[in-house]
T-cell receptor, first 110, second 115 residues
Framework: QAVVTQEPSLTVSPGGTVTLTCGSS?????????PYWFQQKPGQAPRTLIY???NKHSWTPARFSGSLLGGKAALTLSGAQPEDEADYYC??????????FGGGTKLTVL | QVHLQQWGAGLLKPSETLSLSCAVY????????WSWIRQPPGKGLEWIGE???????NYNPSLKSRVTISVDASKNQFFLKLSSVTAADTAVYYC?????????WGQGTMGTVSS
């Protein structure tokens, strides 16, 4: 089974920029993995920020963007706000219809 | 506006079967895949599997031998059964719609396995 890897934790200063990444044990992440990014705050269900690599929902703050970077999926937060402190998960889809979540990144805004 | 209401689970003993239901309100049931996702306390998310309105399913290989996802399209509902549960299956279980990403989620239901 594929393993999806994320940074366990990252810290960003208020107003700063940070990039979270999502890698696959099977090789480079491509648009064909349809990367999703989720934000989860304590006690809440996750919510999708980014789908299909870079598409945003109506509720996704403009400061979040998704891309492919160096063989990984990436979520970039530009202009971090205190309310962005949360856990972030990526999800990749594989050719046999499996979906695998990454282990999550705990983002601290400090 | 689409809303998912889920129920079931609760407290189970090892080897029992966890059963969950998820009802879809306020939107189309066909044309989407409907997923189950779980999260053990203090841990990350795990995709369990998905189903569409006609009953086509995909499962997480690590759970496939114990999981059954089914649908009652006439009631806009779908279901999860997880057999032979152990303490490792203790988690919050979510149902979700796969529209543009997982764009609608249920409220989550706790399933606790304890002897």
């Amino acid at each position: 089974q594929a393993v999806v890897t994320q940074e366990p934790s990252l810290t960003v200063s208020p107003g700063g920029t940070v990039t979270l990444t999502c890698g696959s044990s099977t090789g480079a992440v491509t648009s064909g993995h349809y990367p999703y990014w989720f934000q989860q705050k304590p006690g809440q269900a996750p919510r999708t920020l980014i789908y299909d690599t870079s598409n945003k929902h109506s509720w996704t703050p403009a400061r979040f963007s998704g891309s492919l970077l160096g063989g990984k999926a990436a979520l970039t937060l530009s202009g971090a706000q205190p309310e962005d402190e949360a856990d972030y998960y990526c999800l990749l889809s594989y050719s046999d219809a499996r979906r695998v979540f990454g282990g999550g990144t705990k983002l601290t805004v400090l | 506006q689409v809303h998912l209401q889920q129920w079931g689970a609760g407290l189970l003993k090892p080897s029992e079967t966890l059963s969950l239901s998820c009802a879809v309100y306020g939107g189309s049931f066909s044309g989407y895949y409907w997923s189950w996702i779980r999260q053990p306390p203090g841990k990350g998310l795990e995709w369990i599997g998905e189903i569409n309105h006609s009953g086509s399913t995909n499962y997480n290989p690590s759970l496939k031998s114990r999981v059954t996802i089914s649908v009652d399209a006439s009631k806009n509902q779908f279901f999860l059964k997880l057999s032979s549960v152990t303490a490792a299956d203790t988690a919050v279980y979510y149902c979700a719609r796969e529209g543009s990403g997982f764009d609608v989620w249920g409220q989550g239901t706790m399933g606790t396995v304890s002897s």
